[in-house]
């Protein structure tokens, strides 16, 4: 497996408004251009998402994910792996929040595999794409 994309951008916003935002999956296609819907199937004890089917629109990438989500790092992080997809054969990743407090510093990590070859620098290019805009869009949505 190859390491993961990495991108960290810091939000004028407390950890809590981050982590809000951020660890509420159901709600990603409110402020998240890349997700077209997220249906939570199962959560734990706290409520938390930890198996949400996605319909993910990012570019060239148009699959339709079930992802797991591991809480065991919370609040600090936040891990997921796919469960099934239609083309992605791997989908794992990382939002990690740092309280730097009047600002929180926001990490994403992601790691992707397709069905079909894809070259390596091409596959790297379309995972920085997708974590930029994410990071772009939670920076806006928690910003304004």
């Known amino acids: 497996m190859s390491n993961p994309t990495t991108s960290t951008i810091s939000i004028a916003a407390t950890a809590d408004d981050v982590r809000a935002v951020l ?12 997700f077209k819907s997220a249906t939570v199937i199962e ?24 992802l797991n989500y591991d809480w065991s790092g919370y609040p600090d992080r936040v891990d997921f792996s796919l ?4 083309l992605l054969t791997d989908m794992t990743g990382a939002y990690i929040v740092k309280d730097n407090g009047d600002e929180t510093e926001v990490t994403f990590e992601l790691t992707v595999a ?11 290019k379309a995972e920085k794409a997708t974590i930029d805009l994410a990071l772009k869009q939670l920076k806006e949505k928690l910003e304004n």
Not at 23 to 34: C, G, K, L, Q, V
Not at 116 to 124: D, L, S, Y
């Open 23 to 34: 660890f509420d999956i159901a709600n990603y296609p409110t402020w998240s251009t890349s």
């Open 43 to 66: 959560s734990d004890a706290q409520g938390r998402p930890t198996q949400v089917k996605l319909s993910v629109d990012a570019g060239a990438l148009k699959d339709k994910p079930t």
């Open 83 to 86: 469960e099934d997809a239609d």
């Open 114 to 124: 397709l069905s079909m070859p894809v070259p390596e620098m091409m596959r790297t």
